[in-house]
């Protein structure tokens, strides 16, 4: 089983900064790796797929990078919006498992 | 884009089972399409809990595999799930999700399942 672990657990930034969220591996999984964000109340949404690709809709602001085991969300000037709970998420033998999440908080 | 929607009990008796089914509505359940359910416990993050492919295929997070079964009928438009022998740990907001090559770009609202004893 892969096990997913996110750095930092909080992220406390000022509107207009950058955010780097980092999602490490425990065993190699190629790219399968995607970004969801969360915000109180509501299902999570898919921002990045297959460790780069954004989803529809998404913001040019977010973009995704990293493989083998070590992964990268940057969301490189935070809007208000921004400010919620990002999780990663992988598929390596279509047995998925989570992050345990990184809040970025308003500072 | 298709839309999920969760329903079944929202209270459970410790060591009965819990059924969910979430319906699929926006078109027909797509070739290529995987359908997955995910919880959420109360202030927690997210759990994988099983996933099955539009042909069948299924497969489960080893933690909870003895207890848990997920289906499809696409007659239907339908997936579902079941966890048998609940405790006050199976609480949480339970999503079904689905999506192509494993990610999951539509989701349910959730329905929140709380076990009694």
């Known amino acids: 089983e892969t096990v997913l672990t996110q750095s930092p657990a909080t992220l406390s930034l000022s509107p207009g900064e950058r955010a780097t969220l980092s999602c490490r591996a425990s065993?190699?999984?190629?790219?399968?790796l995607a970004w969801y964000q969360q915000k109180p109340g509501q299902a999570p949404r898919l921002l990045i797929y297959?460790?780069?690709n954004r989803a529809t809709g998404i913001p040019a602001r977010f973009s995704g990078s990293g493989s083998g085991t070590d992964f990268t969300l940057t969301i490189s000037s935070l809007e208000p919006e921004d400010f919620a709970v990002y999780y990663c998420?992988?598929?390596?033998?279509?047995?998925?498992?989570f992050g345990q999440g990184t809040k970025v908080e308003i500072k | 884009q298709l839309q999920l929607q969760e329903s079944g009990p929202g209270l459970v008796k410790s060591s009965e089972t819990l059924s969910l089914t979430c319906s699929v509505s926006?078109?027909?359940?797509?070739?290529?399409?995987?359908f997955g359910w995910i919880r959420q416990p109360p202030g927690k993050g997210l759990e994988w809990i099983a996933n099955?492919?539009?042909?069948?295929?299924?497969y489960y997070n080893p933690s909870l595999r003895s207890r848990v079964t997920i289906s499809l009928d696409t007659s239907k438009n339908q997936f579902s799930l079941e966890v048998s022998s609940v405790t006050a740990s199976d609480t949480a907001l339970y999503y079904c999700?689905?999506?192509?090559?494993?990610?999951?770009?539509?989701w349910g609202r959730g329905a929140l399942v709380t076990v009694s004893s």
């Open positions: 099955i492919y539009y042909t069948g295929s299924t």
């Open positions: 999700a689905s999506g192509i090559s494993g990610w999951l770009w539509n």
């Open positions: 998420q992988q598929r390596d033998n279509w047995l998925w498992t």
């Open positions: 065993q190699s999984i190629k790219n399968y």
């Open positions: 297959d460790a780069f």
């Open positions: 926006g078109g027909s359940i797509p070739s290529s399409y995987y």
